[in-house]
Nanobody, 125 residues
Framework: QVQLVESGGGLVQAGGSLRLSCAAS????????MGWFRRAPGKGREFVAA????????NYEDSVKGRFTISRDNVKNMVFLQMNSVKPEDTAVYYC??????????????????WGQGTQVTVSS
């Protein structure tokens, strides 16, 4: 199995920036697609962004397009979420996740096989 650990969450003002990191275990990291999801208070798990195994193709939820960037480093076994121009509605616990195989969109949480414990992001107005 793959173990994932998120870090980098915290308190940030609206309009500011934050970079989340996810460290993965295992020697087969490059064989997994990766994604970020978030859960806001009173809401279900929401897709944020995904990236394919080779890091070439990405997919974003509409509300974060142009503001967030997902990337990965297959040498360091890490995936990142650069969050710019953050808004109060971005406040949530952010989770990184891994899926095996190839997916067209990778937007459903049911597509993912492994999950981290999450990191809290709070955006103040």
């Amino acid at each position: 199995q793959v173990q994932l650990v998120e870090s980098g969450g915290g308190l940030v003002q609206a309009g500011g920036s934050l970079r989340l990191s996810c460290a993965a275990s295992g020697r087969t990291f490059s064989s997994y697609g990766m994604g970020w999801f978030r859960r806001a208070p009173g809401k279900g798990r929401e897709f944020v962004a995904a990236i394919t195994r080779n890091g070439v193709y990405t997919n974003y939820e509409d509300s974060v397009k142009g503001r967030f960037t997902i990337s990965r480093d297959n040498v360091k076994n890490m995936v990142f979420l650069q969050m710019n121009s953050v808004k109060p509605e971005d406040t949530a616990v952010y989770y990184c996740a891994a899926y095996r195989g190839t997916l067209y969109s990778a937007e459903s949480w049911t597509d993912y096989d492994y999950w981290g414990q999450g990191t809290q992001v709070t955006v103040s107005s």
